[in-house]
């Protein structure tokens, strides 16, 4: 009798234990689709892709609508994640902890985020509408996705991978970028000519800051002023964090604000059409791309004024810093122009194809070499910095049309 | 059975039922959240199909409108947001009844889910709690959301056309990859893509499409009004006299084969000249080094130009302005934006009058350092190419000078045979601008020309003010020096300031003031004060 006592007691504590068990294991989180969960029956762990994601180099596919990984050493890719018919990817980015890639599908009005070493798609979340360029918090916590056609960002916590707000009262973002410290983000809007900041901590606007005045001509020019804005493009750090330089392209000036203040505490007046700023890697120069007159102008990051404006291509979209040298990408030229970072000076000028499209580029985080997605013949161009040579790796997706690599200098988009 | 095997029984059964208790405890816990979490994805699918809808409808308004009102009629609210393309069929093939189109629809906006309809075709009731239901809900739904997004497009597929390189063996059998005996080619091939684009993407790339291949018109426009006032010597016709040059220079551009384009500028100028009055030995408006006669239209420019090597060298034949291929300088080197006297626009020692047949080639590395070389008549009524012919060539080199911007430095030579009987002639010369801050730039030129007697000589210096060193943004301004020193003929002293307006992107207004003091050959001096105004617009 003890003994069958003894049995019910220890039968009841297991049955007790298991039952805790099967509670806990149901309030794990879901995974993507429940639907598929439910049907599929219990699946081996996903093998390893990417061993070390530092390692690869992502390509953002837009007709392919994909994201492939080329590992850096053998370059081949060693896999890809399709992300659905008609998402159109537009820029990719790893988690500064290297957990997580993401991108924003332009056409889905989705984020959609991937396990950087099963390269499985983890999470889809709805956006607002036409997301593409995004930025990732310090800490990797907080993944900001803005949507340049809602006017806003979609807040995205990577730890609960779902969105958690939207903040609203943007114009046309187009480019995010955190503080050091994770405290602020700055954002350019390109349908205005102020820099939006915004509170982390709450996810809120907190302040616009101005960058430069419309001339008081505008009202002689009203197509120029009312037809299209092209307004703040970045707002990009520089390599002490401690300033933040945007551009605009209507007004072609660079305004420098003080991060600490938030105040605008120069403008400098740059070449026409400036697309972006890209900051050297040694802090003492950065560069814009002039589209309107085609020409580069370099700004003294020291003396906070333009040290040289030197020829350029057309439709410049992206500038790379290596082996002392800049590499200033034309898309339709089919040219990569190269200056020397010392002298200031041209040092010729690379030849990539006739009739191709090159997108943007990312450099390896030892500035030796540039990773530039081709379009046209659905190539990455693989330039040695020094000696100016080139390899190809075909047929990585369609339409490549940005290259991310973790940890460097150069990550970019159009 | 005995009583205490009855007991003991019984407590067996008592524990297998406190155990299967417990158990189902956190079973049916488990279910609960997967019911919310369900009916938690049913609500987020439906709330994306629903913007999705209102997309597609907002988009697609004349095929959308009317349809959708009817479904949402026919279906309760819940199919108002759905587009009629998709939501009826779908609403039909899953018993939905059908209904006629409405009229005057209204604005396509999502609204609250009610139990049937397009964004609930299998009809299964919101509070529904069995699993396989919700379950089956969510696969409509996400198979609708994926029909919608691909079929729903806002565009159809993007199509083009790319170039591949494929292997071809003696059969004409296609490999992709390298094949003994096949041979590589070039072929191209049409790809289609699952690349969504909106209508004004589309419409921006037919509208560039369609730039690209037309012939681009381009017209410079410039109006000069003047007035001289004799400030030294004796009395001239001109003083006091004033002067309106009108010019209209229309250029026609054309892509004509791969890095070749063709170009012509044809040019009319009409109105009294101050040259024609006032005794100068350069012109006192650029704009009259183009008049060949007055009231007439002439061709001023006509020629190919390719890109050969990489690019790198730029070839140009036709009839040509050599000045703008030689002697360039940033900030004296425009009659119609820059200064206006002659002197600061050219330098007079490179001799060329007029525009003739001609070739330039330009061998440009972008590293720096530009070669050049061209030869051109200049002269109208030359009756073969032997005749004023003028070669030239050139080499520049951007320099940064430490603790200045950057800066372009050329030197030129000239020989001609302009002159009849006198054999060929020679020239040189150099052109600089020196950015010394931003904004600032100083120009300077000098020239010597072979001239019956010794050489003539000419310098011209000054400043240029841009970027931001004006009242508006665009403006400009700057002052400028001039002197020529000829062995013939006399010398002349120049100086001359300019304000230009940027008024708009394709239209400047600029102020200019000039002095000319001309020492005569016999000892005498002439002076004269030209104030001005000019007009310019190109577009």
Known sequence: ?414 | MNVSDFKFRLMVCCALAAMLAVLAIPSSLAAQTNQTELVQRIKELEQQLAALSAAAAAAEPAAVAQPAPAVAQAAGQRGGNAPAGQAAPAAGQRGAPAAPPAQNPPMQMPMPAPNTGPLNPENTPPDSTNPQDLLDRIKTLEQRIRDLETGTVLSDPETRVRKVEVYVDPDGTIHDQPTPGAKKETTYQRERVYRRQTINEKIEEALADAEEHNVKVGVDAGIVAQYAHRTQGDPTPGDGHAYELVSADLFFTAGIAQHTLFFADIVGLSGPNPEGELQVLTLVNGYSARLVSQNDISLREAWLRTELFGQKLGLTAGRLDLTNYFDHNMAANDETTQFLSDALVNNPALGLSTNGSGLALVYDPKNGFTFKVGLQQSKTEAKSLSESMFTLGEIGYLARIPGLSEGNYRVWYRTDNGDPGTGYRIAYGTSIDQKLRPGLTLFARYGASQAEVKRDHFYSGGLQFDNGLGIFPGDAWGVGYGQNDFQVGGKERLIEGYYRFNLTEKLNLSFHVQHFWELLEGGGKLGYLIPGVRLQASF
């Open chain 1, 1 to 414: 009798m003890f003994k069958a006592k003894r049995i019910i007691k220890t039968s009841g504590f297991i049955a007790a234990v298991l039952g805790m068990g099967a509670t806990l294991m149901s309030l794990l989180p879901a995974p993507t689709s429940l639907a598929a969960q439910a049907q599929a029956p219990a699946q081996a762990p996903a093998p390893i892709k990417v061993p070390d994601p530092t390692k690869v180099v992502m390509i953002v596919n837009r007709d392919s609508n994909d994201i492939a990984f080329m590992d850096v050493n053998t370059k081949k890719v060693v896999g890809s994640t399709f992300l659905g018919n008609n998402v159109n990817p537009h820029m990719v980015m790893m988690s500064p902890d290297g957990r997580y890639v993401v991108t924003g599908g332009t056409r889905a009005n989705k984020a959609y985020i991937i396990d950087s070493r099963t390269l499985q798609l983890v999470k889809v979340i709805p956006t607002d509408l036409g997301p593409e360029h995004l930025s990732f918090s310090p800490d990797s916590r907080w993944y900001y996705q803005g949507n340049p056609d809602g006017d806003s960002i979609s807040v995205i916590d990577m730890q609960s991978l779902s969105k958690i707000k939207t903040i609203s009262g943007l114009a046309e973002p187009l480019n995010i970028t955190f503080t050091a410290d994770g405290s602020k983000a700055y954002v350019g809007n390109y349908g205005a000519h102020w820099v939006g900041v915004i509170d982390v901590r709450r996810h809120e606007l907190l302040k616009k800051i101005q960058i430069g005045n419309v001339p008081g001509v505008a009202k002689l020019d009203p197509e120029r002023y009312l037809g299209e804005i092209k307004g703040i493009n970045i707002a990009a750090p520089s390599v002490d964090g401690r300033y933040l330089y945007a551009a605009d392209s209507d007004l072609a000036v660079v305004g420098v604000i003080d991060t600490q203040t938030d105040k605008v505490i120069k403008t400098i007046r740059v070449g026409k059409d400036p697309w972006r700023i890209y900051m050297n890697h040694d802090g003492k120069y950065a560069i814009t791309a002039n589209n309107g007159d085609e020409t580069i102008s370099i700004i003294d990051l020291k003396k906070n004024e333009v040290a040289a404006t030197l020829e350029a291509g057309p439709d410049m979209t992206g500038v790379n810093f290596a082996a002392g040298k800049a590499f200033v990408i034309s898309s339709t030229s089919g040219f990569v122009y190269v200056y020397n970072m010392s002298s200031l000076r041209p040092a010729g000028r690379i030849r990539l194809g006739t009739n191709v499209n090159l997108e943007t580029a990312t450099t390896d985080p030892s500035d030796q070499k540039l990773y530039l997605a081709e379009s046209t013949t659905n190539e990455v161009v693989i330039i040695d910095a020094r000696t100016e040579q080139i390899e190809r790796v075909a047929n990585v997706g369609l339409f490549p049309w940005g290259t991310h690599i973790m940890d460097s200098k150069d990550n970019y988009c159009h």
